[in-house]
């Protein structure tokens, strides 16, 4: 099994950043593809991007392609979603997933989940 936690949600404010972490537990040599997703109030699931754990390589959404930025920590086996200039349609709660297929690029890929943590963007 495989246990996803994120952590660094929280309150800021329009134009401002906010770095999220994710750390991966369990069965962690399973994993190829670590990403994250967001889900703002009636909405549906939205994938934000993801990378590939084995090649490094990146993926992003055209909404926030050039603003996020998804890294890793390969020893702690922890990805990283930096967020800059936070809009008004970043708020959502989000969440960390992780897949084996590799398919980093795709949100079919991803089958293990994270509780989520909020992101609240103030004017």
């Known amino acids: 099994q495989v246990q996803l936690v994120e952590s660094g949600g929280g309150l800021v404010q329009v134009g401002a950043s906010l770095s999220l972490s994710c750390v991966a537990s369990?069965?962690?040599?399973?994993?190829?593809?670590m990403g994250w997703f967001r889900q703002a109030p009636g909405k549906g699931r939205e994938f934000v991007g993801g990378?590939?754990?084995?090649?490094?390589?990146?993926y992003y959404a055209a909404s926030v392609q050039g603003r996020f930025t998804i890294s890793r920590t390969n020893a702690k086996h922890m990805v990283t979603l930096q967020m800059n200039s936070l809009k008004p349609c970043d708020p959502a709660v989000y969440y960390c997933?992780?897949?084996?297929?590799?398919?980093?690029?795709?949100?079919?890929?991803?089958?293990?989940w994270g509780p989520g943590t909020q992101v609240t963007v103030s004017s």
């Open positions: 997933a992780a897949g084996s297929s590799g398919s980093y690029f795709s949100s079919s890929a991803y089958g293990w």
């Open positions: 990378l590939s754990w084995s090649g490094g390589r990146t």
């Open positions: 369990g069965r962690t040599f399973s994993i190829d593809s």
